[in-house]
């Protein structure tokens, strides 16, 4: 069924609001500043060894990195003094968030949008695209499969943007997740955490998510580069509105969700400049509400169906893709920091310890969890079709394998939503953050949520190893008192036997 002309127009006139706009503006001139930061790019070009130990050093104390100091690292090339920012990146990322590493899944939910964008699989003149949008009934069976079948407690739900999946349907179709509960092995599976990933809302509609129980608001700027920026958003387009996407995340505040998230689609334009963008985004919001983001991610251009993309200039590298991930570890300390299944195995594997979250198990065609799981019987094959889904993923392996792979490296995957329903959330967290005191809740977190996990569904060899890496981990807990005290230590042991003995949703 085509879409209704008058009725697309009438919405996209009434959606954005230019006075949402104007209120966020410095005299008239918003944040970034290309000229600007270009120059500081230029300005940093040959920092000296020393002054990159330095910035490094200063990175410890887990505050956003001043623009020059990202300026300068952005340009380090010699492969020895990377290596340090690698090195840098993996301790902060322990210290502020320990040795856990979250897993989620993405629940794509509408493939209609009315932008035509150049890259995207889903832009409105792509005629090869199968169209759908999930009806309530739809969601649900998707939420039983993520939470009964796969073992999932969080989810990025996406959408495109068209008046089918407006703020009110988003609404909807989080309370339809948050009402799913199905039985597992020993337990129940259940949906905790709904983060959003949509097109931008005016303060009213972003309201209606709050009130709905909204995680986190994801909107990512795609490229920060103005002139880029018109290049692939086509003028007219809602999308195309560059400042209307900026201030998203602004107006997300202002409607009381504290929890945002930033991001940049690397290879739009040149990686240095999209990074000091990040980091320019993260200070605005610093300056206006006190906090950055809650995450940062950092996803790669891939291929889509019916998509020319011989137009890419920027492509970025993977050694350099890797720098990236290191830059903005040390750049936004306190934020987490999110790399998915867009990347290969192997490119993921080997930035792990720098990141706090990861997909797993993924699907991203409209309705395809349902549809790989027809029956009672697992089916967790890898398929993708790609006129159903908005780009392809490089990485397919199921999450019971990347439980095993994260154990394997000394990670524990954690499936924990506690500090969302705790209240450690915007101002709150930001100081448990720095001082690595969050870091303690994760670690007992992420063991009581892996040991649901492992009962409700885990391969034997996981379950085994999940155990062996739990007994460790309590054991790392008993070794350091000035962290976790004697009560804490007896309240998550009893916690982990109550799981074991069937109860759910235990968190600290």
């Not at 919405?11 to 005299?27: C, F, N, S, V």
């Not at 940093?44 to 330095?54: C, F, G, Y």
């Not at 011989?310 to 934020?335: C, H, M, N, Q, T």
Request: net charge neutral; aromatic share 8%.
């Amino acid at each position: 069924m085509k879409d209704d002309p008058k009725k697309i127009k009438n919405w996209k006139d009434h959606l954005i609001r230019q006075a949402e706009i104007d209120r966020y503006l410095d005299h008239g001139k918003d944040f970034i500043d290309d000229n600007a930061i270009e120059a500081e790019i230029a300005a940093n070009k040959k920092a000296s060894p020393e002054r990159i130990r330095a910035i490094l050093k200063k990175a410890h104390e887990i505050n956003l990195m001043p623009s020059k100091d990202v300026a300068a690292l952005v340009n380090v090339t010699d492969p020895a003094l990377r290596k340090e920012v690698y090195t840098a990146a993996c301790e902060i990322k322990k210290h502020v968030y320990d040795n856990r590493l979250v897993t989620f899944a993405p629940l794509y939910c509408g493939s209609k949008c009315v932008n035509s964008c150049k890259y995207c699989g889903f832009r409105s003149d792509n005629n090869t695209m199968k169209r759908r949008v999930l009806s309530m009934d739809e969601i649900k069976r998707e939420a039983a499969v993520l939470a009964g079948k796969i073992g999932h407690k969080r989810l990025v739900m996406v959408y495109g943007e068209h008046p089918e999946t407006d703020a009110q349907y988003i609404a909807d179709s989080m309370k339809a997740v948050y009402s799913v509960k199905v039985p597992t092995k020993h337990g129940f599976g259940q949906i905790r955490r709904v983060n959003i990933n949509a097109a931008p809302l005016p303060i009213d509609g972003l309201k209606i998510l709050k009130e709905a129980g909204i995680g986190t608001y994801q909107v990512f700027q795609e490229t920060y580069h103005k002139k880029t920026y018109r290049e692939v958003h086509p003028e007219g387009t809602l999308k195309g509105n560059y400042l209307w996407r900026l201030y998203a995340l602004h107006r997300s505040m202002d409607a009381g969700i504290d929890d945002v998230a930033v991001g940049a689609l690397f290879g739009l334009y040149d990686w240095k400049f999209e990074v000091m963008g990040l980091v320019a985004h993260s200070a605005d919001l610093e300056k206006h509400y006190g906090i950055g983001p809650h995450s940062v991610s950092a996803p790669r251009l891939e291929s889509a169906e019916g998509t020319d993309f011989s137009w890419v200039k920027y492509g970025v590298r993977d050694e350099d893709f890797k720098y990236i991930v290191a830059v903005l570890r040390v750049a936004i300390p306190y934020a987490g920091l999110i790399i998915t299944n867009r990347e290969k195995p192997e490119i993921l594997d080997s930035v792990i310890d720098m990141i706090t979250q990861r997909d797993a198990d993924s699907r991203l065609g409209i309705g395809a969890y349902a549809d790989a799981f027809p029956n009672e019987e697992t089916i967790s094959d890898g398929h993708q079709e790609s006129e159903r889904q908005q780009f392809v993923l490089s990485d397919m392996r199921s999450l019971d394998t990347v439980v095993q792979e994260s154990i394997k490296r000394g990670h524990i995957i954690s499936f924990c939503t506690a500090g969302y329903r705790c209240g450690r959330t915007g101002n709150k967290i930001m100081t448990l953050l720095k001082t690595g005191k969050e870091g303690h809740f994760c670690k007992m977190n992420a063991i009581v949520t892996l040991q649901e996990y492992l009962d409700d569904f885990a391969s034997p060899k996981t379950k085994t190893m999940g155990n062996e890496l739990i007994c460790k981990e309590l054991g790392e807990i008993e070794d350091r008192p000035t962290d976790f005290t004697t009560a804490q230590v007896v309240e998550l042991k009893k916690a982990r036997k109550r799981i074991q003995n069937g109860e759910r949703d235990i968190y600290f």
